[in-house]
């Protein structure tokens, strides 16, 4: 009787099996062609003929043929285990040379996710005999016996003997082949019309003709002026540098030139010139991934008619706000391992996948080699994550064939020696500017005038500014904390709007959407937010406030003001001193970075040459660019394969869920009236599906574990399930977000 890996019932009630020879041999060829754009297809043959043996054992073949389930085949503590059976079989096969451990790695982790060597791996598979007692009675099967004995991989992984520092890379990509290679063979078995849902996309040929074909759209209908003028100069400077090799690239671009339809071409044309396989672009806040996502399906964020430029049918949404409605069962399975021509995600997502440990965060990786990554906003990558983010980037250039275009208006210094001592690091390599003249660029597209004197001297009081701001038809000012929002708008005229992630999503995209069109009409609206409206939303506003922060902040404010250069002359940035102190920790240390520019060259210019300037300086704050112990756990053990791959999954945190709770607020829709009590009603009677998890999402708030602590102690939230939930009216007010009554500003200094 053949051996059995999976099993499912058909319609009759009969089960079908799916023998065990063909699930391996399925895997190892599909795990051998998605490592083979790195080099690694014997690796991944090897691992994907590897990974099950152990379902050989007959303790697993009586239990697949007696638990007829959808599950059967995963393992758990409640199921014969299997995993062990492939990765001993490696080591034995390699007499424990320290390269069998890559094997180890992937077979052993292949449903847990990838371990720590030392002491988790090791004493697992070297030391615990039920492990090894299960691998001697699989080798006198005389089934498992073929398979045991096929043919090991013959080459060296290719970082080897060149770049220590990259081998857990190439261990991860390995792993991301067998993980999706495995789940894909897995699903075409068992869920057959799933599988059928997945692939057929547009080809990136087809896709670049989309592009040129809205370009040409484009050019017809936007009137000449000298800003749309730069806008085609940089877009033709992109498609120029497209035909480079395969690298680093930068875009340096004030902002209000065009950058993301720009960065499109320049990906567009790289990926068909070299036959890369997609387009990942990674954008640091979810409350403008709606806006990019809009502007690679039409064009732009505010489409006219029949404008178009992507569709949908090219591009897969992987954040937390993407909106169910607009959610395909195609879009979701292509978000599980991002084998679509275009992903849109979250800068958060795209690291924390690189560096995590879990099967789910994993599967993808593969699909990141051979691709185009565009990093909007590159100037806010964590520097506490300097080190292993840039190290990564490196290596999935040099080992990956990976192009990364660093896209930014306030380009950080990345190359070269990077802080001061003892706290340093050596920067990416061989960086390109598309832009052949940045800073002839930025006075070309200089459009504010930007006042600093009131950023020297004696702190502004909160009264006396928001009676000045009060003096503006149309004014933005943007603060350092949800707290000094809340306090300044306290004090604004009525019909100011509030912006803050007090508020939840759902909100926040509506006061964005208000904001625009009284702009638009020319209406009064005065706006008080925090820097959550710096990065890439597209508002215009004559006049903009911001408290002192950093220089890339502030030039990032200044992106809001004039953007469209509409104004008969500059518009107006003033930058103050505000009454509370900077929030400590890499804010503070912007900020005083900015200040000493600010006093040792006695002015502030938004151009690339005090840019560099500021960078150098804040670096030179930082206590540490490595806060997750990359070299001690990922790059010191490397030459011997011991990596703690779950430990620093663990620890690499950029944003630290760890010290944060989400509190699923109250909120009404204004336009639709939708209610998201409906969905928490869903959840507490146990009617929830997918789609009402995806919904939660636009109604939730972050706050510190303390304070969340805090509400419930008081009664103003409950648990539901394993949500947290508001409780009562007042928690969530409309306009302004979470409140509490309690002593003090409870909701402390949030940045955002």
């Known amino acids: 009787m053949d051996a059995v890996a999976h099993v499912r019932l058909l319609a009759d009630g009969e089960p079908s099996w799916h023998t065990l020879s063909e699930h391996l041999e399925a895997v190892a060829t599909m795990a051998a062609a998605f490592a083979e754009p790195f080099g690694g297809s014997d690796w991944a043959r090897y691992v994907g003929m590897l990974h099950d043996v152990g379902k050989y054992h007959p303790e697993w073949q009586s239990y697949l043929r007696r638990q007829v389930l959808p599950q059967a085949h995963l393992e758990s503590s409640k199921r014969p285990r299997h995993s062990g059976v492939g990765a001993i079989a490696a080591l034995e096969r390699f ?8 094997v180890a790695y992937c077979i052993a982790g292949h449903h847990s996710g990838l371990a720590d060597w030392c002491p988790d791996l090791e ?5 615990e005999q039920r492990e090894r007692e299960l691998y001697r009675q699989v080798c006198d099967l005389p089934q498992a016996r073929p398979i045991l004995g096929c043919q090991p991989p013959h080459s060296k992984p290719s970082p080897y003997g060149n770049d220590r520092a990259q081998l857990h890379l190439w261990v991860r990509m390995l792993f991301s082949c067998l993980v999706d290679a495995d789940v894909l063979d897995t699903e075409r078995f068992m869920q057959p019309d799933v599988a059928a849902q997945r692939g057929s996309y547009p080809s990136l040929d087809e896709l670049r003709s989309r592009y040129n074909a809205l370009i040409e759209q484009l050019e017809r209908s936007v009137q000449p002026t000298p800003l749309n003028q730069l806008r085609r100069q940089i877009r033709l400077q992109c498609i120029k540098n497209a035909a480079q090799p395969p690298g680093f690239f930068s875009l340096v671009v004030p902002t209000g030139g065009g950058k993301t339809l720009a960065s499109i071409g320049f990906a567009i044309d790289h990926a068909v010139h070299h036959r890369l396989k997609r387009i990942i672009f ?18 732009s964020d505010t489409p006219s008619p029949g404008m178009e430029l992507f569709g949908s049918d090219a591009i897969v949404e992987h954040h937390s706000n993407l909106d169910p409605e607009e959610e395909t069962l195609r879009s979701r399975l292509a978000a599980e391992n991002w084998d679509a021509p275009i992903i849109v995600t979250t800068t958060v997502q795209l690291f924390e996948s690189l560096f995590g440990c879990r099967p789910s965060q994993l599967r993808k990786l593969h699909n990141i080699a051979r691709s185009v990554i565009i990093l909007d906003e590159a100037q806010l990558l964590p520097a506490e994550h300097l080190r292993p983010l840039l190290s990564v980037l490196q290596g999935l250039v040099d080992y990956f064939g990976c192009t990364v275009l660093l896209m930014t208006a306030t380009l950080p210094v990345l190359e070269g020696t990077i802080g001061s001592p003892p706290v340093q690091l050596q920067g990416i390599k061989g960086v390109r500017a598309i832009i052949e003249n940045p800073s002839e660029l930025a006075q070309k597209l200089d459009r504010v005038e930007l006042v600093v004197d009131r950023a020297r001297g004696t702190p502004l009081p909160w009264e006396e500014l928001a009676r000045e701001l009060g003096g503006y038809k149309q004014v933005l000012c943007i603060v350092n904390s949800r707290k000094d929002c809340r306090d300044l708008h306290r004090l604004m005229p009525e019909g100011t709007f509030h912006l803050s992630s007090l508020q939840c999503g759902q909100e926040r995209s ?9 702009l638009r009409r020319g209406e009064p609206v005065r706006l008080v937010s925090t820097q959550l409206i710096e990065a890439g939303v597209d508002i215009d506003f004559p006049v903009v406030y911001r408290a002192m922060a950093g220089l890339d ?28 102190q900077v929030p400590a920790g890499v804010l503070r240390k912007a ?32 206590n540490t660019f490595d806060a997750a112990n990359f070299q001690e756990r990922l790059v010191h053990g490397a030459e011997e394969f011991s990596f703690a791959f779950r430990s620093f999954a663990d620890e690499f945190r950029i944003v630290d869920e760890r010290v944060h709770e989400s509190v ?30 995806r919904m939660l999402q636009r109604y939730v708030v972050t706050l510190y574990r303390s304070e969340v602590e805090q509400l419930a102690r008081s009664g103003y939230i409950e648990r539901c399930g394993s949500l947290w939930v508001q409780a009562i009216e007042q928690l969530y007010v409309p306009g302004v977000g979470v409140q509490f009554d309690g002593q003090g500003s409870w909701f402390g200094d949030f940045v955002v």
């Open 95 to 102: 007499n424990y040379a320290p390269p069998a451990r890559i």
């Open 123 to 127: 004493h697992r598979l070297m030391i």
């Open 282 to 299: 990674a954008i640091p806040y979810t409350s403008i991934i709606e806006q990019t996502a809009a502007v690679l399906r039409y064009g």
């Open 510 to 518: 509506w006061i964005i959407q208000q904001v625009k069109e009284r």
């Open 553 to 580: 902040s502030i030039a990032q404010a200044a992106g809001r003001c004039n953007r469209e250069q509409r104004l008969p002359t500059k518009g107006k940035v003033v930058v103050f001193n505000p009454p509370t």
């Open 591 to 622: 900020a005083d970075a900015t200040a000493e520019l600010l006093r040792t060259r006695g002015e502030l210019r938004l151009d690339p040459e005090f840019y560099t300037d500021y960078f150098t300086a804040y670096y030179r704050r930082i």
């Open 664 to 693: 699923v607020v109250w909120y009404t829709d204004p336009v639709t009236g939708f209610d998201s009590r409906t969905l928490i009603e869903e959840i507490r009677r146990g009617r929830d599906t997918y789609k009402t998890w």
